[in-house]
């Protein structure tokens, strides 16, 4: 694959300086044990000699071993999980801050190289963009149409991050012209890495050959390159794709529940195809169909079938979408009052702990 060759980017001092300025205040240290906070205290002693370092990485298209290399760190979500269960455990892994640090000087320079920016419908890691935006966006696909109804499909993947399949990435950065040095620090980047944690005889490493970096910069970035590609082969197919991180909704119009199930045969296709080019699985147990009808029609006597992975995906009157519970007419009754539930029971907890630890009467907890 022929890609331009261009000088890498020289990295100044203030391009240093804005990107430490962007980094997180007490956070946790990686393997090395430096705290990010001491990049924010030195950061102008600091900058002229990172500047340098991070701009003959880029010309020898090297990304530092020891900025590859992950402290795993194993936390309990909550008190109230079994610790016997290995699901109540959420895995953190903690990268060097000087790698992350090189990571967003390297994102900047790749989002600048794209030879075609990623697609609108695009709502995860993007700037400006968050969860109701695509909320928002689905609705108004499904309130502003001429069809008799919007067809909805929900696709889970199966542990999408933690699959990325880096030789589908590569091709992806390669159909983008980037210039052949950054494609260089990329495949670097995604080259023995590894991750260590600490057991009972001692650390135990374990190299990393797919998915998406834990706790990096990049790998969201990463991710969406990817996920593009799904989104621009089947948006002109249908009425509309938005993908939020791993979250993929597929939108299409009908008049009848046979166009719902030919359209949905068409996206199936689409969606296989994508899933056998970039080793991705799809869970149709855990994706879901919702059919939305026109104000003052009535809704489809019969559900119709749409399958994806072979498998037929259950059609529900509610689902939750990116932490909203949706129903198929966008009243969003079930979300409000769960979130009022939680809400009373989230205040009742701190009335009780107020009473038995600040003696607060009556009147207080019913201001509170």
């Given at each position: 694959?022929?890609l331009?060759?261009?000088?890498?980017?020289?990295?100044?001092?203030?391009?240093?300086?804005?990107?430490?300025?962007?980094?997180?205040k007490?956070k946790?240290?990686?393997?090395?044990?430096?705290?990010?906070?001491?990049?924010?205290?030195?950061?102008?002693?600091?900058?002229?000699?990172?500047?340098?370092?991070?701009?003959?990485?880029l010309?020898?298209?090297?990304?530092?071993?020891?900025?590859?290399?992950?402290r795993?760190?194993?936390?309990l979500?909550?008190?109230?999980?079994?610790?016997?269960?290995?699901?109540?455990?959420?895995p953190?892994?903690?990268?060097?801050?000087?790698?992350?640090?090189?990571?967003?000087?390297i994102k900047?320079?790749l989002?600048n190289?794209?030879?075609?920016?990623?697609?609108?419908?695009?709502?995860?890691?993007?700037?400006?963009k968050?969860?109701?935006?695509?909320?928002?966006?689905?609705g108004?696909?499904?309130?502003?149409?001429?069809a008799?109804?919007?067809a909805?499909?929900?696709?889970?993947m199966?542990?999408?991050?933690?699959?990325?399949?880096?030789?589908a990435l590569?091709t992806?950065?390669?159909e983008?012209?980037?210039?052949?040095?950054?494609?260089n620090i990329?495949?670097?980047?995604?080259?023995?890495r590894?991750?260590?944690?600490?057991?009972?005889?001692?650390i135990?490493?374990?190299?990393?050959?797919q998915?998406?970096?834990?706790?990096?910069?990049?790998?969201?970035?990463?991710?969406n390159?990817?996920m593009?590609t799904?989104i621009?082969?089947i948006?002109?197919?249908?009425?509309?794709?938005?993908?939020?991180?791993?979250d993929?909704?597929?939108?299409?119009?009908?008049s009848?529940?046979k166009?719902?199930?030919?359209t949905?045969?068409t996206?199936?296709t689409?969606?296989?195809?994508?899933?056998?080019?970039?080793?991705m699985?799809?869970?149709?147990?855990?994706?879901?169909?919702?059919?939305?009808?026109?104000?003052?029609?009535?809704g489809?006597?019969?559900?119709?079938?749409?399958?994806?992975?072979?498998?037929?995906v259950s059609?529900?009157?509610?689902?939750?979408?990116?932490?909203?519970?949706?129903?198929?007419?966008?009243?969003?009754?079930?979300?409000?009052i769960?979130?009022s539930?939680?809400?009373?029971?989230?205040?009742?907890?701190?009335?009780r702990?107020?009473?038995?630890?600040?003696?607060?009467d009556?009147?207080?907890?019913?201001?509170?």
């Open positions: 694959m022929e331009p060759e261009t000088e890498p980017q020289k990295v100044t001092a203030d391009d240093v300086l804005y990107h430490i300025g962007t980094i997180k007490r946790a240290p990686g393997p090395d044990g430096i705290f990010p906070d001491v990049f924010r205290g030195a950061a102008d002693v600091l900058a002229p000699c990172l500047a340098d370092l991070y701009t003959e990485c010309r020898q298209g090297t990304f530092p071993a020891p900025w590859k290399e992950g795993l760190v194993i936390l979500k909550s008190p109230s999980k079994d610790p016997l269960q290995p699901k109540s455990y959420r953190i892994n903690l990268l060097n801050a000087n790698g992350k640090l090189f990571e967003k000087v900047e320079l989002e190289a794209l030879a075609e920016p990623l697609a609108p419908e695009q709502f995860g890691f993007m700037q400006g968050c969860t109701s935006d695509a909320i928002f966006k689905l108004y696909r499904v309130r502003h149409n001429d008799k109804y919007v909805a499909l929900f696709v889970d199966s542990g999408a991050f933690d699959n990325l399949w880096w030789p590569l992806r950065l390669g983008q012209r980037i210039p052949q040095y950054l494609y990329i495949k670097d980047y995604l080259t023995q590894r991750v260590s944690v600490s057991g009972p005889e001692g135990y490493w374990k190299d990393v050959t998915g998406c970096p834990q706790g990096s910069v990049l790998g969201p970035f990463l991710w390159l990817v593009d799904c621009k082969l948006k002109p197919h249908v009425y509309d794709v938005l993908a939020y991180a791993d993929l909704l597929i939108i299409w119009q009908a009848s529940r166009g719902i199930e030919e949905g045969r996206v199936s689409l969606l296989d195809k994508w899933c056998e080019e970039n080793k699985t799809v869970a149709p147990a855990k994706s879901a169909v919702m059919v939305f009808a026109r104000p003052g029609r009535p489809l006597q019969r559900h119709p079938i749409v399958k994806i992975a072979g498998k037929t059609v529900v009157k509610e689902t939750v979408y990116l932490g909203v519970t949706l129903d198929n007419q966008l009243y969003f009754r079930t979300h409000i769960r979130q539930q939680k809400a009373r029971r989230a205040i009742d907890k701190v009335a702990l107020a009473m038995r630890e600040f003696s607060l009556t009147r207080g907890r019913r201001t509170l």
